[in-house]
């Protein structure tokens, strides 16, 4: 129920311990079981997905400290918002307009323009599983973009792919059928434009997917164990991932 501030050794990358933000704490709101964090392009606001507040909470990030200020809050029980129940993951959409956001309880994939001043979110789309019905959204565990392509992954194993018009009148959310079977539970989805690579974080194997052809290929599977989140070196050369461990993963480029 809280965010932590570090501060990084750029050269040895070791971190400091500066401060935290408690959900309900000093006008904190919306940290409740927090799951995902989201910098804003440019790095002037900070999205937090409170899972058990139903909420995104907004935060402003100071440029010189990196230390934040409540800014606004999203939540399901406000008059025209919806996506939101158990809000799990979010994501930029191709060319930074909407955050996209998945939601467990909500068994849905939402979409909100963002005011590119304020940071502050209003709601714009929405697709359900009821609505699909290929089961990718009846739980889903992560999300991941790669330009018009919006991939969503759940605790049943499967990878859906999804599209997203920002132009459009009316932005609307298609469900465009299932992408690759994981075999299980997949607890995190990482893409890398570099040979269009989509990592896999399951409780057993970290997969990796090749997406360059007609069809998506299972390109490797390492053996892992409790794997909750991923991330990539800003080289793209090392691959994190934590869960029980912290582990890191050499990468092969082009």
Do not use: C, K
Not at 13 to 38: F, M, P, S
Not at 91 to 118: C, D, K, M, Y
Not at 125 to 149: I, K, M, T, W
Request: net charge negative; glycine share 12%.
């Amino acid at each position: 129920d809280a965010i932590g501030v570090f501060a990084r050794n750029p050269g040895s990358g070791a971190l400091t311990y500066v401060t935290r933000y408690q959900d309900g704490e000093a006008g904190i709101d919306g940290l409740g079981g927090v799951q995902r964090l989201l910098l804003a392009p440019g790095g002037a606001q900070l999205y937090a997905a409170g899972t058990l507040d139903d909420a995104i909470a907004v935060f402003n990030v100071n440029a010189g400290s990196g230390l934040l200020t409540p800014a606004s809050i999203v939540r399901q029980s406000q008059p025209g918002m919806d996506g939101l129940n158990g809000v799990r993951d979010l994501a930029w959409s191709a060319g930074n307009s909407h955050l996209l956001a998945i939601a467990g309880e909500n068994q849905s994939i939402a979409a909100f323009t963002r005011n590119p001043v304020s940071g502050a979110l209003t709601f714009a789309a929405l697709r359900q599983e009821f609505e699909v019905g290929n089961g990718v959204l009846a739980s889903p565990r992560a999300l991941e973009v790669d330009g018009q392509r919006v991939m969503v992954a759940s605790a049943n194993g499967r990878v859906g792919q999804f599209g997203f018009d920002s132009s459009a009148t009316t932005p609307s959310i298609q469900a465009q059928g299932n992408l690759i079977d994981a075999g299980s539970a997949v607890a995190d989805l990482l893409f890398d434009p570099d040979q269009a690579r989509l990592y896999v974080a399951t409780p057993t194997a970290l997969q990796v997917h090749g997406l360059l052809g007609t069809a998506p290929e299972l390109l490797d599977s390492d053996a892992a164990t409790a794997i909750q989140g991923l991330a990539l070196s800003p080289d793209r050369r090392q691959l994190y991932s934590g869960g029980l461990a912290m582990n890191t993963w050499a990468r092969e480029r082009g």
